[in-house]
């Protein structure tokens, strides 16, 4: 079945540690997204990518990385300069470029919590 | 960016009502109007969607209507049944960058 899989499901961090979380998809889709979500909240974006080995900043990119080296993978690291980061992470994708109208796909999100 | 605002936050209704949730946006050149279904632990799952081309679309229980005059898209489910419960959210333009807030629907048996 094709799909989007974030792993892992429940994620705890500690102080000062940067942590990594997994998004990969098989649908062939170009573009990938990465949303935070807070308890009651919509979905804020954090990072797209439309191709590989590019990919830009959305409107609460600060203390967040990402690479895009393969087009099935996109993962996020969540740096020690984000202060906030206990929230539900959703990666997404879909087909075509920025502006394509097209569905975006979800996975079943990372729900990140500090220690 | 898109300034996008979805009404109500909340809606309670019995089985077998109906029920509406409105989205309202601000950028004119917003051609794709989506509607997306979150479960609880869940990412969202589209449900319906629909071009600026078009008025109304359909499919089964559920329906879209937009209003691109006025910038705002609906969402009508009819015959409400308790798995209907769920968090639904909006997200119009091509780019869907933008989320409306959500709206926590529960259907009461």
């Known amino acids: 079945d094709g799909g989007i899989t974030q792993s892992p499901k429940y994620l705890f961090r500690k102080e000062g540690q940067n942590v990594t979380l997994s998004c990969e998809q098989n649908?062939?889709?170009?573009?990938m997204y990465w949303y935070r979500q807070d308890p009651g909240q919509g979905l804020r974006l954090i990072y797209y990518s439309q191709i590989v080995n590019d990919f830009q900043k959305g409107d609460i990119a600060e203390g967040y990385s990402v690479s895009r080296e393969k087009k099935e993978s996109f993962p996020l690291t969540v740096t020690s300069a984000q202060k906030n980061p206990t929230a539900f992470y959703l990666c997404?994708?879909?087909?075509?470029?920025?502006?394509?109208?097209?569905?975006?796909?979800f996975g079943d999100g990372t729900r990140l919590s500090i220690l | 960016g898109e300034n996008v605002e979805q009404h109500p936050s909340t809606l309670s209704v019995q089985e077998g009502d109906s029920a509406v949730i409105k989205c309202t946006y601000s950028d004119s050149a917003s051609n794709y109007f989506p509607w997306y279904k979150q479960e609880l632990g869940k990412g969202p799952q589209l449900i319906i969607d629909i071009r600026s081309n078009v008025g109304e679309k359909k499919d089964q229980r559920i329906a879209v209507t937009l209003n691109k005059t006025a910038k705002h898209f609906s969402l009508h489910i009819t015959e409400t049944q308790p798995e209907d419960s769920a968090v639904y959210f909006c997200?119009?333009?091509?780019?869907?960058?933008?989320f409306g807030t959500g709206t926590s629907l529960t259907v009461i048996p």
């Open positions: 997404a994708s879909s087909m075509g470029a920025r502006g394509s109208n097209q569905p975006q796909h």
């Open positions: 649908l062939n889709h170009d573009a």
């Open positions: 997200a119009p333009g091509g780019n869907q960058f933008y």
